[in-house]
């Protein structure tokens, strides 16, 4: 059974950058697509970028220019960096697979807020 | 950029009654179009993946079809657990979400 586990700071000062790490289980992230996928409080579903193929990255072009996704393969981890954060980023984070178009595993989630 | 857009925003049915949920994207999008249901403080969970096909676990309940601009996820005879927000979602050269339909209790 496939397992992903975000896990990072809860609160973060706007301007600062927002860093989470997703641990998968059952899986090996060198393969399919690793995805950091956004939810602000009761509003839709944002997808922030993917990794894969051992490193490439594609990213959201509205995202692009504050977003670095990167992988530790001998952890089996993938990490989202988001910088120059503001109030706006304030959002339940999911990491999710990718094995084709859809979505089928993701973590249950983590809900970062952006305030000083 | 692909635009997905979905309707109703809200659908009211009592449980046994069927549901009929609509995706449009802005340009064709083949038939790489998933859907999702979300329940409150959970993940999404993926039901429809290349328009048709149910994902894992699935019930036969849950049908997805179209292809090219113009999709439907339906429910045959909603059950209680049903009842959620449903998100469709396309993946182009990146991935992008509806903004869902959430199905009530009329």
């Known amino acids: 059974q496939v397992h992903l586990q975000e896990s990072g700071p809860g609160l973060v000062k706007p301007s600062e950058t927002l860093s989470l790490t997703c641990t998968v289980s059952g899986d090996s992230i060198s393969r399919y697509y690793w995805n950091w996928i956004r939810q602000p409080p009761g509003k839709g579903l944002e997808w922030i970028g993917y990794i894969y193929d051992s490193g490439a990255t594609n990213y959201n072009p509205s995202l692009k220019s504050r977003v670095i996704i990167s992988e530790d393969t001998s952890k089996n981890q993938f990490s989202l960096k988001l910088s120059s954060v503001t109030t706006a980023d304030t959002a339940v984070y999911y990491c999710?697979?990718?094995?084709?178009?859809?979505?089928?595993?993701w973590g249950q989630g983590t809900l970062v807020t952006v305030s000083s | 950029e692909i635009v997905l857009t979905q309707s109703p925003a809200t659908l009211s049915l009592s449980p046994g009654e069927r549901a009929t949920l609509s995706c449009r994207a802005s340009?064709?999008?083949?038939?790489?179009l998933a859907w999702y249901q979300q329940k409150p403080g959970q993940a999404p969970r993926l039901l429809i993946y290349d328009a048709s096909k149910r994902a894992t676990g699935i019930p036969a309940r849950f049908s997805g079809s179209g292809s090219g601009t113009d999709f439907t996820l339906a429910i045959s005879s909603l059950e209680p657990e049903d009842f959620a927000v449903y998100f469709c979602?396309?993946?182009?050269?990146?991935?992008?979400f509806g903004p869902g339909t959430k199905v009530d209790i009329k």
């Open positions: 999710a697979r990718a094995p084709y178009g859809g979505f089928d595993y």
């Open positions: 340009q064709s999008v083949s038939r790489y």
């Open positions: 979602q396309h993946r182009g050269n990146w991935f992008t």
